[in-house]
């Protein structure tokens, strides 16, 4: 089945630095790439996803981009503010139902 | 829309006790999703139902575990009989289909 792995497991910035956030899966079939984003105590929220017929995605201060040959996809946040710190989840599908989540990666930024 | 909606919010039970999570998808979503989230194992899928049908269970850890799906607005998760273990926070997510999930407030769970 299906596996994905998530680096850096921890991630701190200085407020405004960009932060970057890598994962690779193993299943070449997947065609859908969520971020979730899951403040302390709070649910998982959907950021942005990516499907694979599109190598890039942006929107605002956050963009993802994919590699469909080396099966990886990452998480860009630019300008980072203190708002921005939370555990973000990457996850990857096959055919869109059923999501395979990364280990999580826990991001502080520091004003 | 109020969302998904899961109850309780917080379960305290003892070993060896029956626990029963609840949970109202989004009306019009076909996609329900049941997770269990600790620290050491991550955000794992246990299973998941499409127009009240089970899909894939492969997740749930074993026969202590069963949920059900009676109706397209109500499914619930059961473990009989609980263990510390089971401790974890266990969120509903509901879909409609082939895009975001939208992820319940979770229940608590801590087994004595």
């Known amino acids: 089945g299906e596996n994905v792995e998530q680096h850096p497991s921890t991630l701190s910035v200085q407020e405004g630095d960009s932060a970057v956030i890598k994962c690779t899966y193993s299943?070449?079939?997947?065609?859908?790439f969520p971020w979730y984003k899951q403040e302390l105590g709070k649910r998982p929220q959907l950021i942005i996803d990516?499907?694979?017929?599109?190598g890039e995605k942006k929107d605002q201060r956050i963009a993802v981009t994919l590699n469909k040959t080396a099966k990886h996809f990452s998480l860009h946040i630019t300008e980072t503010q203190p708002e921005d710190s939370a555990v973000y989840f990457c996850?990857?599908?096959?055919?869109?139902?059923?999501?395979?989540f990364g280990t999580g990666t826990r991001l502080q930024v520091f004003p | 829309d109020a969302g998904v909606i899961q109850s309780p919010r917080h379960e305290v039970t003892e070993m060896g006790q029956e626990v029963t999570l609840r949970c109202k998808p989004i009306?019009?979503?076909?996609?329900l999703f049941w997770y269990r989230q600790t620290m050491m194992r991550g955000l794992e899928l246990l299973i998941y139902?499409?127009?009240?049908?089970?899909?894939?269970d492969s997740g749930m850890p074993e026969d202590r575990f069963s949920a059900k799906m009676p109706n397209a607005s109500f499914s619930t998760l059961k473990i009989q009989p609980s263990e510390p273990r089971d401790s974890a926070v266990y969120f509903c997510?509901?879909?409609?289909?082939?895009?975001?999930?939208?992820f319940g407030p979770g229940t608590r769970l801590t087994v004595l």
């Open positions: 990516i499907r694979s017929n599109v």
């Open positions: 996850a990857a599908s096959i055919n869109t139902d059923k999501l395979i």
């Open positions: 299943d070449s079939a997947s065609n859908y």
């Open positions: 009306s019009g979503h076909d996609y």
């Open positions: 139902f499409n127009n009240n049908v089970p899909i894939d």
């Open positions: 997510a509901s879909s409609p289909g082939g895009h975001e999930q939208f």
